[in-house]
C-alpha cells in the first residue's frame, strides 16, 4: 500500500479545522443525549443537514444528480460510513464518558489497516504499521484507566466498536470505490439514504420517549447539523476519497485526544497521565503519514 501524500496548506487548514469541530463535539453529543433519545438525536441532526449541505452544492454549481446506474454503489458505501458509525456510535455516547467513546471510535486506524489486508489484499508499509501501533497503544493507555468502568457498562463498548470497526471498513471501501461524482454531491446522498433508515429505526425504538428537546439539546443538534454534518463530513470524505486508508484514517487521530480534553473542561471528566502520554503516541502515529521528506512528497 502507498502512503505517499502530499497535503496542501489548504489541506492543512480543512485538517485543523477537522480536527477541533469533531474533538469537541463528543462532550457536545454527551449533552445532546443525556436527557433526550440517542437515534432521535441522530436523526434531527442528519434532517437539519440536508438542506444545509444542498445550499451548499448550489452555490458552488456541483451537480447532486447520481451517475446511472450507481444508486446501490452510494448505497453500500452510506451503510459503513454512515449508518453503522452512526447508529452504533451514538448508542455508545449515550451510555460511556464522552472521552472514553472517542477512544474506543478512533481505534478505526486499526480496523482499517485489517480491513484492507483480509478484504482487498493491500500490504501496508513499514512506516504505516508503526502509525497504527502508535496509535493503538496510544487508544490502550487512554483506556487503561477506564478498564472497570468499561467491565461494567460493556455494551457500550461493544456499540463503539462496531461503529469504528464499520468506520475503518468504509474508509478502506471509500478510497478504491470507482464512484465518479463530486464529494459533496456523494455525501448529501449517502446522508440522505442513512437519514431515511434513520427516521425508521428512531420511529420504531424510540417513539415512546420523544419529548420536545431543552436548549442545551437543541444547541448540540444544530451545532451536529451545521458543523458536523454541513461541514466535517464532506472535508472527512475528500480525505477519505484521496488519500490511502492509512494515512486518512491516522490523520484524525488526534480527534479522541481532543476528545478527552475538551470532555476535560465541558463536563468535568479528569484527565490522567495516560492521556498526556497517548497524545505524544498519537502524534508519533500522525507524523508517519503526515511528515513527509519534500523531495518524497513530490515525487
Excluded at 432521535?40 to 443537514?49: K, L, P, Q, V, W
Excluded at 439539546?217 to 484521496?242: K, Q
Excluded at 502520554?277 to 512528497?297: D, E, H, N, Q, R
Amino acid at each position: 500500500m502507498n502512503s505517499t501524500l502530499t497535503l496542501t496548506r489548504k489541506d492543512w487548514i480543512l485538517l485543523v479545522l477537522l480536527t477541533l469541530c469533531w474533538g469537541i463535539n463528543w462532550p457536545i453529543m454527551k449533552i445532546g443525549v443525556r436527557d433526550f433519545p440517542p437515534l432521535t438525536f441522530r436523526t434531527i441532526s442528519m434532517i437539519g443537514s440536508l438542506p444545509i449541505i444542498w445550499l451548499a452544492a448550489r452555490m458552488q454549481g456541483v451537480s447532486l444528480a447520481i451517475p446511472k446506474g450507481r444508486v446501490a454503489q452510494v448505497a453500500l458505501l452510506a451503510v459503513p460510513n454512515m449508518l453503522i458509525w452512526h447508529v452504533f456510535m451514538i448508542l455508545g455516547v449515550k451510555m460511556l464518558a464522552s472521552g472514553r467513546a472517542a477512544i474506543l471510535g478512533y481505534t478505526m486506524p486499526v480496523w482499517a489497516v485489517l480491513f484492507a489486508l483480509v478484504f482487498f489484499g493491500e500490504r501496508p508499509t513499514r512506516s504505516a504499521w508503526v502509525g497504527v501501533a502508535c496509535a493503538f497503544a496510544g487508544a490502550l493507555l487512554l483506556l487503561s484507566s477506564e478498564f472497570s468502568a468499561l467491565a461494567g457498562n460493556p455494551l457500550g463498548s461493544i456499540f463503539a466498536l462496531i461503529a469504528a470497526a464499520g468506520w475503518g471498513y468504509g474508509t478502506v471501501a471509500m478510497k478504491r470505490s470507482s464512484l465518479n461524482m463530486p464529494t459533496i454531491s456523494l455525501t448529501f446522498w449517502m446522508l440522505a439514504l442513512t437519514t431515511s433508515a434513520m427516521v425508521m429505526a428512531s420511529t420504531l425504538l424510540e417513539s415512546f420517549a420523544w419529548h420536545m428537546p431543552d436548549r442545551a439539546t437543541w444547541m448540540a443538534i444544530v451545532y451536529n447539523a451545521a458543523i458536523i454534518f454541513g461541514f466535517a463530513h464532506v472535508v472527512w470524505f475528500n480525505l477519505a476519497r484521496t488519500l490511502p486508508p492509512v494515512a486518512s484514517s491516522l490523520s484524525v487521530m488526534m480527534i479522541p485526544v481532543l476528545g478527552v480534553f475538551s470532555g476535560a473542561w465541558i463536563l468535568k471528566e479528569t484527565p490522567h497521565w495516560q492521556d498526556y502520554a497517548a497524545m505524544g503516541l498519537i502524534l508519533v502515529a500522525m507524523s508517519t503519514v503526515l511528515l513527509k521528506p519534500k523531495a518524497a512528497a513530490h515525487k
